[in-house]
């Protein structure tokens, strides 16, 4: 195909799921993202305590693009192409193969649904598959039960408690730090092909 034939908002999909697809950020996006910055409840999730402005955001995203241990991706339903949320793998290690993962689901109406357990598995296949990552940890606010069971579900282990992390809403919170690692993904995820 053409370039002249491609539109040009086309968007290239990295990674597709039945119900979801993980894309790369497009300065067009801040539009979007901007504003899903100060939802109170996604604020109390990820335990954002600051505030941002477009400009500052914009930056954000032009220097995440630019930045190698990183990968930042958008969430967005197959079905209509609405971003509810975003994915990323950060602090990637290439000597310890390791990396962090971060994701939030922007709105009440698109969590409880599987959507971002959908979108970790593609990033967790990527991860292991094509990073060649052999670690990959997160956080989660002890607070944040749902998140537990799904990261639980997903076959994230537990490794132990960060006491007293975050203070947020006049309280201490205590953060579960989870880990895969990549054999315990491939016996769970991936198929035998001999």
Request: glycine content about 6%; hydrophobic content about 35%; aromatic content about 10%.
């Amino acid at each position: 195909m053409s370039q002249a034939t491609l539109s040009s908002t086309h968007i290239p999909r990295l990674l597709e799921g039945e119900r979801v697809y993980l894309r790369p950020f497009e300065q067009s996006d801040v539009d979007t993202y901007f504003p899903g910055l100060f939802n109170s409840e996604t604020r109390r999730l990820t335990g954002t305590q600051n505030s941002f402005t477009r400009a500052q955001v914009e930056r954000y995203v032009e220097n995440a693009a630019q930045d190698d241990s990183r990968l930042m991706l958008l969430i967005a339903l197959q079905e209509t192409d609405q971003v509810i949320g975003d994915i990323v793998l950060m602090d990637m290690h290439s000597k310890n193969r390791s990396a962090h993962l971060r994701i939030a689901i922007d709105n009440a109406e698109h969590q409880g649904k599987g959507y971002g357990s959908e979108a970790m598995l593609l990033l967790l296949d990527y991860g292991y598959g094509i990073c060649n990552l052999h670690r990959i940890e997160l956080e989660v606010y002890a607070f944040n039960e749902r998140a537990i069971r799904t990261y639980e579900k997903l076959g994230f282990q537990r490794e132990g408690i960060s006491r007293d992390v975050l203070f947020y809403n006049h309280q201490y919170h205590d953060a579960i730090r989870m880990s895969m690692l990549e054999d315990e993904y491939r016996e769970r995820y991936c198929v035998d092909q001999t």
